[in-house]
Nanobody
Framework: QVKLVDSGGGLMQAGESLRLSCVVSGPTDSNSAMAWFRKRPGLAREFVAA????????HVAESVKGRFTISRDNVKNTFYLQMNRLLPEDTAVYYC?????????????????WGPGTVVTVQS
């Protein structure tokens, strides 16, 4: 059973940076994509960024391109979402997800595994 544990959320001020972590345990699939989704207040859960298992190929949503990056620490078996220049509209519950067939998969239904979510609040 694959287990994802996401963490790192907090209360931030606009313009600050924050890094979220997703620790992966259990069986792994080198062909599986990992991703971050978020649910902003009043909106549906949306795709943020995805990476191939090896972390070398990534796909970032247009809404956060240039500010957010996804990466992997191979030693720690952990994926990260680095969020720079945070905006109030980045306020959301952020979820780590895995098991999609492609990094270009933005449909949340294509992801098999999910972390519990971590809350990011950005104040202006």
């Amino acid at each position: 059973q694959v287990k994802l544990v996401d963490s790192g959320g907090g209360l931030m001020q606009a313009g600050e940076s924050l890094r979220l972590s997703c620790v992966v345990s259990g069986p792994t699939d080198s062909n599986s994509a990992m991703a971050w989704f978020r649910k902003r207040p009043g909106l549906a859960r949306e795709f943020v960024a995805a990476a191939a298992w090896n972390g070398r190929n990534t796909h970032v949503a247009e809404s956060v391109k240039g500010r957010f990056t996804i990466s992997r620490d191979n030693v720690k078996n952990t994926f990260y979402l680095q969020m720079n220049r945070l905006l109030p509209e980045d306020t959301a519950v952020y979820y780590c997800a895995g098991g999609a067939p492609s990094i270009f998969e933005t449909d949340k239904g294509q992801y098999k595994y999910w972390g519990p979510g971590t809350v990011v609040t950005v104040q202006s």
